[in-house]
Nanobody, 115 residues
């Protein structure tokens, strides 16, 4: 059974930082591309950051220079370091694992940026 479990979401003030974690089980983690998506109320889910099995990364323009995605294959975990958070970063953040036809999602973790 595949499980992706996100953690680390919280309420944070503008300018603050958070680190999200996604622990995977039931998959050969090291071959999967991993991604962080987010969905704000009334908006479509968007890809925030992704990292390939080889470690190449990609970011949506709105988070470049502020967010960093990384992975630890020994721990089957992907991280999203979020700095200089803005109110518009408020959303539910989802972890995704993708390889070939397979794609799996976590349950999401809430990030709220507000003073």
């Amino acid at each position: 059974q595949v499980q992706l479990v996100e953690s680390g979401g919280d309420l944070v003030q503008p300018g603050g930082s958070l680190i999200l974690s996604c622990a995977a089980s039931g998959i050969l983690f090291r071959i999967y591309a991993m991604g962080w998506y987010r969905q704000a109320p009334g908006k479509q889910r968007e890809l925030v950051a992704s990292i390939t099995s080889g470690g190449s990364t990609n970011y949506v323009d709105s988070v470049k220079g502020r967010f960093t995605i990384s992975r630890d294959n020994a721990k089957n975990t992907v991280y999203l370091q979020m700095n200089s958070l803005k109110p518009e970063d408020t959303a539910v953040y989802y972890c995704n694992a993708a390889w070939g036809p397979g794609s799996y999602w976590g349950q999401g973790t809430q990030v709220t940026v507000s003073s």
